[in-house]
């Protein structure tokens, strides 16, 4: 017998993804319902072969369904998520809203499995951020080996990390670059984002620092170990799809490079490639569509005792959101509900 899983958001770019790995990864469902708004109701949305139309979720009942997989925003999960919760399905959320709440897990699969039972307290799990995710991934091998001190982390996010309304703001701000009597303000972002990086995303608070960069710090430090010391600078770039990072890391103990290269090339969610060579690295537009986070450019870093950099990509659609949110759902069902 299969669970009975519920999409909430399921017209959006996540949540579409989210359909689409279900399906990739076969995922044992003896019911799937695709759940939106009521400007949404009826629209049609893919699930492995078959097709399927979304549903009210003002009116849904998450009676008898498992688990239900949020990707909306904060305000409305604030409404939908606990109605879900009571009703007994257990929700998995993109979101923001509980990633900081104490009694609700944060989990990433490859990095801290064992949390997985916390999830009753409020019967939610939450799924971290998506530069967060793929650099908890790269940092927790290397953490177990020689535990990190400090992380220094820039990164490159695409706009796709902002929505349909950001894609769509690249994309007819690049048609425009090649037609002027075409200008395209913006709006999404706070500034042209063609041609353009903004070291910008998400609002400026007390300290200089933005939300993202302090999501980054904060999560870092409840998935892994609250002793890492993390500084972040989060820059939005002219890429659809994938977020880059350039991480360098300080060890308490020494840890080579080349150690550190067969560690990242033995764990769990991570490809290495990293040849010193033209090309010899993965860029953003080479992960699109994959499961894996990418690692290339580790060497040491000689400007420290014990140091290294590292170049990490992954599909921030995947990993940074869809596919973490589908992989708590099979660790759930390995570990706790063991009903497929």
Same mark, same amino acid.
């Given at each position: 017998?299969?669970?009975?899983?519920?999409?909430?958001?399921?017209?959006?770019?996540?949540?579409?993804?989210?359909?689409?790995?279900?399906?990739?990864?076969?995922?044992?469902?003896?019911?799937?319902?695709?759940?939106? #708004?009521?400007?949404?109701?009826?629209?049609?949305?893919?699930?492995?072969?078959?097709?399927?139309?979304?549903?009210?979720?003002?009116?849904?009942?998450?009676?008898?369904?498992?688990?239900?997989?949020? /990707?909306?925003?904060?305000?409305?999960?604030?409404?939908?998520?606990?109605?879900?919760?009571? /009703?007994? *399905?257990?929700?998995?959320?993109? #979101?923001?809203?509980?990633?900081? +709440?104490?009694?609700?897990?944060?989990?990433?699969?490859?990095?801290?499995?064992?949390?997985?039972?916390?999830? #009753?307290?409020?019967?939610?799990?939450?799924?971290?951020? *998506? #530069?967060?995710?793929?650099?908890?991934?790269?940092?927790?091998?290397?953490?177990?080996?020689?535990?990190?001190?400090?992380?220094?982390?820039?990164?490159?996010?695409?706009?796709?990390? /902002?929505?349909?309304?950001?894609?769509?703001?690249?994309?007819?701000?690049?048609?425009?670059?090649?037609? @002027?009597?075409?200008?395209?303000?913006?709006?999404?972002?706070?500034?042209?984002?063609?041609?353009?990086?903004?070291?910008?995303?998400?609002?400026?608070?007390? +300290?200089?620092?933005?939300?993202?960069?302090?999501?980054?710090?904060?999560?870092?430090?409840?998935?892994? +170990? @609250?002793?890492?010391?993390?500084? /972040?600078? *989060?820059?939005?770039?002219?890429?659809?799809?994938?977020?880059?990072?350039?991480?360098?890391?300080?060890? !308490?103990?020494?840890?080579?490079?080349?150690?550190?290269?067969?560690?990242?090339?033995?764990? @769990?969610?991570?490809?290495?490639?990293?040849?010193? !060579?033209?090309?010899?690295?993965?860029?953003?537009?080479?992960?699109?569509?994959?499961?894996?986070?990418?690692?290339?450019?580790?060497?040491?870093?000689?400007?420290? +005792?014990?140091?290294?950099?590292?170049? *990490?990509?992954?599909?921030?659609?995947? %990993?940074?959101?869809?596919?973490?949110?589908?992989?708590?759902? !099979?660790?759930?069902?390995?570990?706790?509900?063991? %009903?497929?």
């Amino acid at each position: 017998m299969g669970y009975k899983i519920a999409i909430v958001g399921a017209t959006g770019n996540v949540g579409r993804e989210m359909l689409n790995i279900l399906a990739e990864r076969q995922f044992p469902a003896d019911e799937i319902v695709a759940l939106a #708004s009521r400007k949404s109701l009826g629209t049609e949305v893919s699930f492995g072969e078959r097709t399927l139309k979304t549903r009210d979720l003002d009116t849904f009942d998450f009676t008898g369904y498992d688990m239900a997989l949020f /990707a909306i925003g904060s305000e409305a999960t604030k409404q939908y998520a606990p109605k879900a919760a009571k /009703a007994g *399905c257990v929700v998995i959320d993109n #979101s923001s809203l509980y990633r900081y +709440d104490s009694q609700v897990p944060l989990i990433v699969p490859e990095v801290n499995p064992e949390a997985i039972t916390e999830y #009753s307290k409020k019967n939610i799990i939450a799924n971290p951020n *998506c #530069s967060t995710a793929q650099m908890v991934v790269a940092l927790k091998p290397l953490h177990d080996r020689a535990r990190i001190k400090r992380v220094v982390v820039s990164t490159y996010q695409s706009v796709s990390g /902002a929505g349909k309304d950001g894609i769509d703001e690249l994309w007819d701000q690049t048609k425009s670059i090649y037609n @002027p009597t075409d200008d395209k303000p913006a709006k999404k972002f706070t500034k042209q984002i063609a041609f353009n990086v903004i070291p910008h995303i998400d609002v400026f608070m007390e +300290d200089g620092s933005t939300k993202e960069e302090w999501k980054m710090v904060a999560e870092t430090k409840k998935i892994m +170990d @609250p002793q890492i010391k993390v500084t /972040a600078t *989060c820059v939005r770039v002219p890429v659809f799809v994938g977020h880059s990072e350039a991480i360098n890391i300080e060890f !308490e103990d020494f840890l080579d490079e080349d150690e550190a290269r067969d560690i990242l090339r033995e764990a @769990p969610g991570i490809m290495v490639v990293d040849k010193r !060579e033209d090309g010899g690295y993965v860029t953003p537009i080479e992960c699109v569509g994959d499961f894996a986070t990418f690692i290339s450019r580790i060497r040491q870093d000689s400007t420290i +005792d014990n140091g290294l950099n590292l170049w *990490c990509v992954s599909d921030n659609l995947r %990993k940074g959101a869809a596919l973490n949110a589908v992989q708590i759902a !099979e660790l759930l069902g390995n570990r706790v509900l063991k %009903k497929g």
